[in-house]
């Protein structure tokens, strides 16, 4: 009887021991993995004999291939940034009501929704949008680029507000949601546009100055800027010891704001970086602050679209008017000169845009008639005019 409790006891710790060197052998091989992935690629060496193993690059797999569990829904928060110019009002007026239309759609994982009033007290439409005040940054620091001051305002809000939901939605007033938006991320990997004219390769020379080579190849970082952007807002301790994507534990918004702020503002002092970066400088810092925290992002190209380039609406979930539309009466492009037919938000610096603004004529691609008709539908609700 004595011999079998001893050899039950000598079970029960073989057991033991088993499940512990199966746990410490998969925890070292899955620091193996994460250590060594270089530049998204998803290769790994095995460490021994030199030997490449491929794995799938969730920058290529889109998250269409990855099964969730059914009904599951992963809700993000709608976060923009703005200031209290009369210009910005309007477009988050204009931003605010499509949200609300989207928010309720089938398949849309929208949740909560943030206006950041990065202007330091409040405004007249704090009863209308819900809102969250910072402080901008300190007088003269931005010289006059005042989109400075949205990462500085990320990195507050972050800091102080209750934010409900696990992940976020960085967008900017000037976006129409046009299509219910599901959540795109994936677990650790946030989704971002690739925009055309962010191209770190092209001036990696200047890239270099604040990722260094130490860090991975300059085609780390990715062609995006912070918006629009689904991401995780914080690390979990669950994650941390069980998730079943390890990458979570690198693919923090509240990580990366900081940095974000801190390459902003030193690429602004450099005079080449301020030169070659212009007005999307703020969009490279926020790519090279990802690089730096080995944070890669699902491309989606379906995410936005921007009008005139983009004619086709179809399936995509965000219009994006930050272009100048000008277009003869026959419908012809005249980008470059003022046409006969515009829209250009640009023009409404000082107010919203005037109730007897037409329709575009016929000819004009679906894309540009939908943000015309984005705005004709608002031509009812007072608080615009």
């Given at each position: 009887?004595?011999?079998?409790?001893?050899?039950?006891?000598?079970?029960?710790?073989?057991?033991?021991?088993?499940?512990?060197?199966?746990?410490?052998?998969?925890?070292?091989?899955?620091?193996?993995?994460?250590?060594?992935?270089?530049?998204?690629s998803?290769?790994?060496?095995?460490?021994?004999?030199?030997?490449?193993?491929?794995?799938?690059?969730?920058?290529?797999?889109?998250?269409?291939?990855?099964?969730?569990?059914?009904?599951?829904?992963?809700?993000?928060?709608?976060?923009?940034?703005?200031?209290?110019?009369?210009?910005?009002?309007?477009?988050?007026?204009?931003?605010y009501?499509?949200?609300?239309?989207?928010?309720?759609?089938?398949?849309?994982?929208?949740?909560?929704?943030?206006?950041?009033?990065?202007?330091?007290?409040?405004?007249?439409?704090?009863?209308?949008?819900?809102?969250?005040?910072?402080?901008?940054l300190?007088?003269?620091?931005?010289?006059?680029?005042?989109?400075?001051?949205?990462?500085w305002a990320?990195?507050?809000?972050?800091?102080?507000?209750?934010?409900?939901?696990?992940?976020?939605?960085?967008?900017?007033?000037?976006?129409?949601?046009?299509?219910?938006?599901?959540?795109?991320?994936?677990?650790?990997?946030?989704?971002?546009?690739?925009?055309?004219?962010i191209?770190?390769?092209?001036?990696?020379?200047?890239?270099?100055?604040?990722?260094?080579?130490?860090?991975?190849?300059?085609?780390?970082?990715?062609?995006?800027?912070?918006?629009?952007?689904?991401?995780?807002?914080?690390?979990s301790?669950?994650?941390k010891?069980?998730?079943?994507?390890?990458?979570?534990l690198?693919s923090?918004?509240?990580?990366?704001?900081p940095?974000?702020?801190n390459?902003?503002?030193?690429?602004?002092?450099?005079?080449?970086?301020?030169?070659?970066?212009?007005?999307?400088?703020?969009?490279?810092?926020?790519?090279?602050?990802?690089?730096?925290?080995?944070?890669?992002?699902?491309?989606r190209?379906?995410?936005?679209?921007?009008?005139?380039?983009?004619?086709?609406?179809g399936?995509?979930?965000?219009?994006?008017?930050?272009?100048?539309?000008?277009?003869?009466?026959?419908?012809e492009?005249?980008?470059?000169?003022?046409?006969?037919?515009?829209?250009?938000?640009?023009?409404?610096?000082?107010?919203?845009?005037?109730?007897?603004?037409?329709?575009?004529?016929?000819?004009?691609?679906e894309s540009?008639?939908?943000?015309?008709?984005?705005?004709?539908?608002?031509?009812?609700?007072?608080?615009?005019?």
């Open positions: 009887m004595i011999e079998k409790k001893n050899m039950m006891r000598a079970s029960s710790l073989f057991l033991v021991l088993l499940a512990l060197g199966f746990f410490f052998a998969t925890y070292n091989l899955l620091s193996m993995v994460i250590h060594n992935r270089t530049g998204g998803g290769r790994i060496s095995d460490g021994l004999n030199g030997v490449s193993l491929t794995l799938p690059d969730p920058i290529i797999q889109m998250p269409g291939n990855v099964k969730r569990p059914k009904h599951a829904k992963l809700p993000f928060h709608v976060a923009v940034t703005a200031t209290d110019a009369p210009y910005s009002k309007w477009q988050c007026r204009i931003m009501y499509w949200y609300k239309k989207a928010k309720d759609m089938p398949g849309s994982e929208m949740g909560g929704f943030t206006r950041v009033l990065h202007s330091g007290s409040p405004d007249n439409l704090m009863d209308e949008i819900p809102t969250f005040v910072v402080d901008p300190p007088e003269g620091l931005d010289r006059g680029y005042i989109v400075l001051n949205r990462p990320f990195v507050q809000w972050l800091e102080k507000a209750a934010i409900e939901e696990e992940y976020i939605l960085m967008a900017e007033p000037d976006h129409i949601f046009v299509n219910p938006l599901p959540n795109l991320a994936h677990g650790g990997y946030p989704a971002g546009f690739p925009f055309f004219y191209k770190p390769a092209l001036h990696e020379k200047i890239i270099r100055k604040f990722y260094p080579e130490e860090k991975g190849p300059v085609t780390d970082v990715d062609p995006i800027g912070n918006s629009p952007v689904i991401i995780k807002k914080v690390e301790l669950v994650a010891l069980a998730h079943e994507n390890w990458s979570d690198i923090l918004l509240e990580k990366i704001a940095t974000w702020m390459v902003s503002l030193t690429m602004k002092d450099d005079t080449e970086a301020d030169k070659a970066f212009g007005w999307v400088l703020e969009m490279y810092a926020y790519a090279v602050a990802s690089a730096l925290h080995g944070v890669h992002h699902i491309l190209k379906d995410f936005m679209l921007q009008p005139p380039w983009d004619l086709d609406v399936k995509k979930f965000i219009i994006h008017y930050t272009y100048g539309c000008d277009y003869s009466l026959k419908g492009l005249t980008y470059g000169k003022i046409g006969e037919w515009r829209f250009d938000k640009r023009s409404y610096l000082s107010g919203p845009l005037p109730r007897n603004l037409s329709l575009p004529p016929p000819g004009v691609p540009v008639v939908c943000v015309s008709l984005s705005y004709h539908r608002l031509k009812t609700v007072a608080f615009l005019f």
